[in-house]
C-alpha cells in the first residue's frame, strides 16, 4: 500500500505506542521506503530460508534471528524523491556531545588493553585477524527517534537505512554500508568489506599495507566458501560511506535452490569483516573478551525472499535505544601488524558516521 511520509511517520509513531514490531528501510540508492507493520506483536524466529518477510539476525550465528513474516504483517512503500526531509526534523539535542566527552578517556583505555590483549593472542595463536569492537553511550531526547531515522536518509543515500521496533527485543536504527547478501532469482552478488580511511575530497588514495592485507583476508574468506559454486571476482577498488573510505571487491555467481541460499548465508555469516579469520577461533575470543554483547551488531538483517528477492546488509553504523540512551557500536578489523592507537582513532571515526544525526 502506497503512502505518504506523513501518514507513515503516524502509523510508526502509533506503532511504537501500542508495542507492535516494525521495521522501515530504504535500499542503497533507492527514493522508496518500505515499511513493514507486523499485526501481533509475537516474537517470530528465522528457521528456514524459504519464507518471505524481514530478518534481523544477531553476530552469534549460534542464536536465531528474528523474522517479520510477510503473511502476518503489512507491508508500505513511500516514495521521499521529491519530499524536503528536513521539514520533519526536530531540534536537536545538544546535551549528547558534552555526556559522550566524558567517557571517552575511560572507554578508550579499555578498548586498548583489549587491543593489546588481542595481538599477543594472534601471535600465540596464529590467526590472521580478529575484529574488535566497542560501544558507547549517549543520553538522547527520548522524541527524537524519528528524527534520528529521517536524517539517516537523508544524509546517507547510499547506504542501507533502517528502524527497526520489536517490544521484546527493543529499537534499532543504522546506514550500513556493507552488502552481506543479495539474491535475484538464481544470481547472488556480496562484497568483501575493509580497510578504513577518512575521505579527504578524493577518491585515489594510498592504501596501507595494513589495510590490503585486511580486506584480502576477508575477500579470501569469501571466496573459499563459495567453493563448487561459478563465481566471478572483481578487482578491489575504493568505496565511499558516508566521510569514509573502505577498499571493496565484488563478488557474485549462482545458486541454483533456496536450500544452496541457507547453506551460503550460513556458511559465510559472521564473516572475518566483522569476526576475523579463522572464524571459529576469533568468534570465541571476541565472545570471551570483549565483555559486553554485541546482540544484532555486526549481524545481518533485510529482505528475505520477498518478490523472489532477497537483499540482506551487515548491520553496522547502527545504534540500539533504550529510552533515553543511545549505545552505538563500532569496530576494526585487528592484526599483527596493527597499533592499538590508530585503531583507536579508526573506532572515533566509524563513530563520528552515527554521532552526525544525534
Not at 104 to 112: A, E, F, G
Not at 193 to 221: P, R
Amino acid at each position: 500500500m502506497q503512502i505518504e511520509l506523513q501518514n507513515l511517520i503516524h502509523r510508526i509513531t502509533e506503532a511504537k505506542k501500542n508495542n507492535l514490531p516494525f521495521v522501515s528501510y530504504r535500499l542503497p540508492n533507492k527514493s522508496q521506503v518500505k515499511t513493514l507493520f507486523q499485526k501481533d506483536n509475537q516474537l517470530y524466529y528465522h528457521n528456514d530460508f524459504k519464507t518471505s518477510g524481514f530478518v534481523f539476525a544477531p553476530f552469534d550465528n549460534q542464536e536465531k534471528g528474528i523474522f517479520f513474516p510477510m503473511d502476518k504483517s503489512e507491508l508500505c512503500f513511500t516514495n521521499i524523491e521529491s519530499i524536503n526531509l528536513n521539514d520533519y526534523f526536530l531540534k536537536p539535542d545538544l546535551k549528547s556531545k558534552v555526556k559522550l566527552l566524558q567517557k571517552r578517556n575511560r572507554t578508550k583505555k579499555v578498548y586498548i588493553d583489549l587491543i593489546n590483549k588481542c595481538l599477543k593472542f594472534l601471535k600465540t595463536e596464529k590467526i590472521s585477524k580478529i575484529v574488535l569492537s566497542r560501544k558507547e553511550e549517549i543520553s538522547i531526547e527520548s522524541d527524537n527517534v524519528l528524527n534520528i531515522y529521517l536524517k539517516l536518509l537523508l544524509k546517507y543515500p547510499s547506504a542501507f537505512a533502517y528502524i527497526w521496533f520489536h517490544p521484546k527485543v527493543g529499537l534499532w536504527l543504522g546506514a550500513s554500508p556493507e552488502t552481506f547478501l543479495k539474491v535475484n532469482d538464481n544470481n547472488f552478488e556480496t562484497m568483501a568489506l575493509a580497510g578504513t580511511q577518512s575521505y579527504q575530497g578524493n577518491m585515489h588514495v594510498d592504501w596501507t599495507d595494513k589495510d590490503k592485507l585486511e580486506q584480502q583476508v576477508v575477500s579470501d574468506y569469501i571466496v573459499s566458501q563459495l567453493k563448487g559454486l561459478p563465481i566471478k571476482v572483481g578487482d578491489p577498488f575504493t568505496l565511499k560511506a558516508g566521510s569514509l573510505l573502505h577498499i571493496c571487491t565484488e563478488i557474485s555467481g549462482d545458486i541454483s535452490s533456496k536450500s544452496q541460499l541457507k547453506n551460503l548465508i550460513e556458511s559465510l555469516h559472521p564473516t572475518p569483516a566483522i569476526c576475523g579469520f579463522p572464524k571459529d577461533k576469533s568468534k570465541t575470543f571476541i565472545l570471551n573478551n570483549e565483555n559486553y554483547n554485541r546482540e544484532f551488531y555486526t549481524g545481518y538483517l533485510g529482505e528475505l525472499n520477498m518478490k523472489e528477492q532477497s537483499n540482506l546488509f551487515v548491520n553496522l553504523r547502527c545504534m540500539q535505544i533504550n529510552k533515553q540512551m543511545a549505545s552505538l557500536y563500532v569496530g576494526g578489523g585487528i592484526i599483527k601488524d596493527s597499533i592499538p592507537e590508530n585503531e583507536w582513532e579508526e573506532t572515533i571515526a566509524k563513530s563520528e558516521i552515527i554521532k552526525m544525526v544525534l
